[in-house]
């Protein structure tokens, strides 16, 4: 079981917007500003999205946005694409024995 | 351009060793924290082992610490992970990725990884 909790699918149509959150607690997203999310398509590597809360690396667009409140973070998409279409996991550094935690990840599909 | 290659994956039987190495390229690799995260067959990526770039410290998931070993070489610019007494469990993908500048921060570019088998 993961320690951070993520849906395990959202759905949603080409151009609309979506909110992907990732549930933890005080110990891991709530404590820390070091939650990123990745996209990962089937068979491939994943790709970092956003990192600490909110900034995006260079090269991912601005349809994609990261935020915090309490224990639980999101990343929302707007402006749906074809492309979108993947898993999302998240993740967070916490002050468990385990220092670093993912979220079970999530499959979007887009309609 | 960064590049991140692994190599040593393949099949072990149960209670083996394997040492799984990720060259790197493109960056100034004594710098940057690594990590390894691995992804069992259909299932979701699980964070193995991280280790900073100046001190070097090193950090373990529970369910790897007391049988896998990260290190690094920056004089070959390569990460390393020493894998003993595997179980059936630790067969996956294993991905190689750049951290930040400590292990805490983002993975921001990751190999095409390597699959360990664990069977008899």
């Known amino acids: 079981q993961s320690a951070l909790t993520q849906p395990a699918s959202v759905s949603e149509s080409p151009g609309q917007s979506i909110t992907i959150s990732c549930t933890g607690t005080r110990n891991d997203v709530g404590g820390y500003d070091f939650v990123s999310w990745y996209q990962q398509h089937p068979g491939k590597a994943p790709k970092l999205m956003i990192y600490e809360v909110t900034n995006r690396p260079s090269g991912v667009p601005d349809r994609f946005s990261g935020s915090k409140s309490g224990n639980t973070a999101s990343l929302t998409i707007s402006g749906l694409q074809a492309d979108d279409e993947a898993y999302y996991y998240c993740s967070s550094w916490t002050s468990s024995s385990t220092p670093v935690a993912f979220g079970g990840g999530t499959k979007l599909t887009v309609l | 351009e960064v590049q991140l290659l692994e190599s040593g994956g393949g099949l072990v039987q149960p209670g083996g060793s394997l040492r799984l190495s990720c060259a790197a390229s493109?960056?100034?690799?004594?710098?940057?924290?690594m990590s390894w995260v691995r992804q069992a067959p259909g299932k979701g990526l699980e964070w193995v082992s991280g280790?900073?770039?100046?001190?070097?410290?090193?950090y373990y998931a529970d369910s790897v610490k007391g049988r896998f070993t990260i290190s690094r070489d920056s004089s070959k610019n390569t990460l390393y992970l020493q894998m003993n007494s595997l179980r059936p469990e630790d067969a996956a993908v294993y991905f190689c990725?750049?951290?930040?500048?400590?292990?805490?921060?983002?993975?921001?570019?990751w190999g095409q990884g390597t699959l360990l088998t664990v069977s008899s």
């Open positions: 990725a750049k951290g930040a500048l400590t292990v805490a921060g983002g993975l921001d570019y």
């Open positions: 493109g960056f100034t690799f004594s710098t940057y924290a």
């Open positions: 280790i900073s770039g100046s001190y070097s410290s090193t």
